[in-house]
């Protein structure tokens, strides 16, 4: 459905009447938990952090696969994308700038505002005693509800969404695999063992810091083999091992298998994959400020490690200052207050497309180097535009299916939504001999 064929505020309250017993009990439950969620805020849970983690993030999470199995139970086979321009909360619509706010303040306080935050801090203090033997702080309850998130949100994709499509099921355990093994439960068992945290599923530029003289040396100076393997993994991943894995498979092995932003992305942002901008306009700035940004985490760090050759004799404090203003605009604000606070309105790859120097590198070498492309089958294109709506990356896939012509575009992170949502299956994403990926001959 495009945004011209928008149902009325009726249609959509006519649909919120269809849902039956079980799924409304699932939507109470997840709603009670939200809320007492927010109570928790006030700090009434001083005191019962076990029983609020239980009643807040348990009910929640409780009645949200109640809410899913329900769904899948009652819902016929296919992918369903129904009222999702009608639906306020999917279309941009009062509950979605609502819960974009929230999720903005959310990022605010977590970076510069700790206070703010400190009750639902507490509320993990338990689950923390119990992973890493030492109360939470504000980066552990950030990772624990990230990786709820993840969870659960993965959980409809598997049961409910994408329920008949293997790839989207496999993949989705993929990103949750990675995002609660590598990016939560191995950091903060490293955290109980007095050893670095230390993500192995993130690389520079991403990890920008990875790379940094300070870290390497700290690493280094860490006593045990350990730290120099967590350096020597960290600079393997980014020089040999990316470019070889984005060679044979091109971008998805990381951005949509492995990558903790695009697990959430892919997870709890599914819901607002169609807002990405589909323009001109916007694949231009696109280009422009991705590749900025990877130029400049290039700069900031080749500039820290000749001042750290030179003792500071050369930039003096100019390259500290330097890795300070990236982590405040690129790190903080970019990455975690756009990049998250917006999927409501601008859809759930912001950082992805937009920002990421890690995605540029990725698409750089799959653009021009890779093994991996989606092939089209234009003869059985109907032109209806699924695939470019549900396209996150804001690529217009019917373009291409229109003409028969291979997509090999540095952005698409080979999510394969646009495969599954096609009904004609006229695209596929296939690896094969690089040389013959570009098909322009196609072109009429
Ligand atoms: S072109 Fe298809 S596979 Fe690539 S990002 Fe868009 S929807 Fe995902
Ligand atoms: S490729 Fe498939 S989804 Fe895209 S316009 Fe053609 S028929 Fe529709």
Request: one cysteine or more.
């Amino acid at each position: 459905m495009t945004p011209l064929q928008i149902r009325p505020p009726e249609a959509a309250a006519e649909h919120n009447k269809e849902r039956s017993f079980l799924q409304r009990a699932g939507l109470t439950t997840f709603a009670t938990g939200m809320f007492l969620f927010l109570v928790a805020a006030t700090g009434v849970s001083k005191g019962r952090p076990l029983l609020f983690l239980l009643l807040s993030v348990g009910l929640t999470c409780t009645g949200a696969l109640v809410y899913f199995l329900a769904l899948a139970k009652e819902a016929p086979p296919g992918i369903k994308n129904n009222h999702i321009f009608s639906n306020a909360v999917t279309y941009r619509g009062w509950n979605a700038w609502i819960l974009g706010v929230f999720l903005t303040l959310f990022y605010i306080a977590l970076y510069w505002f700790p206070k703010w935050i400190e009750n639902w801090v507490r509320i993990t203090d338990p689950l923390s005693l119990l992973i890493t033997g030492k109360p939470a702080d504000r980066w552990f309850m950030y990772g624990a509800f990230y990786t709820v998130a993840v969870l659960v949100m993965g959980a409809r994709m598997i049961l409910v969404k994408y329920r008949h499509n293997r790839y989207q099921i496999i993949r989705t355990l993929s990103v949750m695999f990675f995002q609660l093994g590598f990016a939560f439960l191995i950091p903060n068992l490293l955290h109980s063992l007095n050893q670095p945290d230390f993500y192995f599923s993130y690389f520079w530029p991403l990890k920008y810091d990875y790379l940094f003289p300070k870290t390497a040396h700290s690493l280094l100076s860490h006593p045990g083999g350990l730290g120099f393997f967590m350096l020597f993994w960290g600079a393997a991943m980014t020089f040999i091992g990316t470019p070889i894995f984005t060679y044979f498979f091109g971008k998805r092995w990381y951005c949509s298998w492995v990558c903790g932003c695009g697990g959430l992305a892919e997870t709890l942002g599914d819901p607002y994959r169609h807002l990405s901008d589909k323009s001109l306009k916007a694949w231009n700035i696109e280009r422009w400020l991705i590749h900025s940004v990877l130029v400049t985490i290039t700069i900031v760090t080749a500039l820290l490690w000749i001042n750290s050759l030179y003792e500071g004799a050369i930039f003096g404090k100019f390259s500290g200052a330097a890795a300070k203003a990236y982590g405040f605009y690129i790190g903080a604000i970019f990455s975690g207050v756009i990049g998250v606070g917006f999927y409501p309105l601008m859809g759930a790859r912001v950082w992805c497309r937009f920002g990421c120097p890690m995605a540029a590198i990725l698409g750089i070498i799959q653009k021009f180097f890779s093994r991996f492309r989606i092939t089209t089958n234009g003869g059985q294109c109907i032109s209806c535009g699924n695939c470019s709506t549900y396209c996150e990356q804001g690529i217009d896939v019917r373009w291409y299916a229109q003409r028969g012509q291979n997509i090999i575009r540095a952005s698409c992170v080979g999510c394969g939504i646009c495969a599954a949502v096609c009904p004609r299956g006229v695209l596929k994403l296939e690896n094969a001999p690089s040389e013959t990926r570009y098909n322009f001959d196609k072109i009429d």
